[in-house]
């Protein structure tokens, strides 16, 4: 069956650092996957887009890369701030018109 | 702005009680989504409407139904709550429902079951 997996030990790193999360899937050929962050008691917010021919995808200080072939997907957020602080999820198009969510990262950035 | 809006943002029922929950929005979408989510696990989708064209998960339970009177509103019917069912409920839509849209969520109901 498909399968997301991501972290589920919270990231916790001190401001200023670059912080990295990992989003791996099974049974899965997306074409493409998506990152969201998930603030507590909110719903999900969308961040980046990452087709499967694209190797990297830059938003600000966000840069997601989507490595096919490993069928992995890492999100980077550099010079981490506290307003990072947050769960961040990735997720999959399953063809049907709909996504398939991973259980998210929870980050956390020290001051 | 334009957005999606839950009501109510936090319900309390009780065992076997049946319970609405309602969603609108202003973004003119066709595709409005209900996912279930449980503390630190994914959103997990119940069903979504494409125009008025309905479509169940497999593993949705028939306890949960849903109705699109309109474009803007959708609303998550939970005809017998149990206590499994406590969880938030997350509408969300998107444009046209391709592989590259994004989806736009709500805040959520944090549905309660005593």
């Known amino acids: 069956s498909q399968k997301i997996e991501q972290n589920s030990e919270a990231l916790n790193i001190q401001e200023g650092k670059t912080a990295t999360l990992t989003c791996n899937y099974t049974?899965?050929?997306?074409?493409?996957l998506q990152w969201y962050r998930q603030d507590p008691g909110r719903g999900p917010v969308f961040l980046l887009l990452?087709?499967?021919?694209?190797k990297e995808k830059r938003k600000e200080r966000l840069k997601v890369t989507f490595d096919t072939t490993l069928k992995q997907s890492l999100f980077h957020i550099t010079a981490s701030q506290p307003a990072d602080s947050a769960t961040y999820l990735c997720?999959?198009?399953?063809?049907?018109?709909?996504?398939?969510f991973g259980s998210g990262t929870r980050l956390q950035v020290q001051p | 702005d334009a957005m999606v809006i839950q009501n109510p943002r936090y319900q309390v029922t009780q065992f076997g009680k049946p319970v609405t929950l309602s969603c609108s929005q202003t973004?003119?979408?066709?595709?409005m989504y209900w996912y279930q989510q449980k503390s630190s696990q994914a959103p997990k989708l119940l069903f979504h409407y494409y125009d008025k064209d309905f479509n169940n998960e497999a593993d949705t339970p028939d306890n949960f139904q849903s109705r699109r009177p309109n474009t803007s509103f959708c609303f998550l019917d939970i005809r017998s709550p149990g206590l499994g069912d406590a969880a938030m409920y997350l509408c969300a839509t998107s444009g046209r429902g391709s592989s590259t849209d994004t989806q736009y969520f709500g805040p959520g109901t944090r549905l309660t079951v005593l």
């Open positions: 990452i087709r499967e021919n694209e």
């Open positions: 973004l003119n979408h066709n595709v």
């Open positions: 997720a999959l198009d399953t063809g049907r018109r709909a996504l398939t």
């Open positions: 049974n899965y050929s997306p074409a493409y």
